[in-house]
């Protein structure tokens, strides 16, 4: 438990939401960022797996992910906004350069705030990625890959343009940035979330 503080206690300057906008539930980006598909409504969450706001908001996200309209494309964004934090961005983007993001993304989560284990070895996670079925050894190797470092630094470069300073952050077709802090709860993030989107869609 100790050994976890430790982990949360370092990245405490960037793992926590924004300053709060009652009257809109989002802010808007000064710099409008342009989206990977112009045929679909982009929605970013940019996230942390040792934060315990993003393990709260991931059911909601998770609920929103089953219901989402068919012309929006989500897009989850790691970036290592705290040194502390390297090992989960490169754990994310090997799961998702392998393919398994979906057996690995809710047991990694789990295993940080459920089992209480910090995961800041990549050792760690290997053992987590045996757990599950999967070649350990193989995804050590791909979490030091330069295809995984190289996702690394689009997702800072990403946070930087969006001026994420916390996670977890919601960007909305490269235009508004939401958070629970910003919009009051997680539940009304999500009501923001789907407003935005209909916004968006209506042009």
């Known amino acids: ?40 409504i ?58 398994v993001l979906d057996q690995f993304h809710e047991p990694m989560f789990n295993a940080i705030h459920v089992d209480k284990n910090p995961m800041r070895k990549p050792k760690d996670v290997m053992k987590l990625v045996e757990s599950l079925g999967l070649d350990g050894e193989k995804f050590g190797k791909t979490m030091k890959s330069f295809n995984v470092d190289a996702k690394i630094r689009q997702s800072l470069q990403q946070a930087r343009d969006a001026g994420i300073s916390a996670v977890p952050t919601v960007i909305i077709n490269g235009k508004y940035r939401t958070s629970g802090s910003v919009a009051g709860s997680y539940p009304n993030l999500i009501k923001v979330l789907n407003e935005l989107i209909e916004k968006e869609t209506a042009g």
């Open 42 to 99: 982009e929605v970013q969450e940019f996230f942390w797996y040792g934060c315990p706001h993003c393990f709260q908001f991931e059911p909601h996200i998770v609920d929103w992910k089953k219901t989402k309209p068919d012309n929006v494309e989500f897009i989850s964004i790691a970036p290592p906004l705290n040194p502390a934090w390297k090992v989960h961005s490169q754990a994310f983007y090997a799961a998702q350069v392998l393919g």
């Open 1 to 40: 438990m100790r050994a976890l503080s430790g982990l949360l206690l370092a990245g405490l300057i960037a793992c926590f939401s924004a300053t709060a906008n009652a009257q809109t539930g989002y802010e808007l980006l000064k710099t409008p960022q342009q989206t990977a598909n112009p045929e679909k």
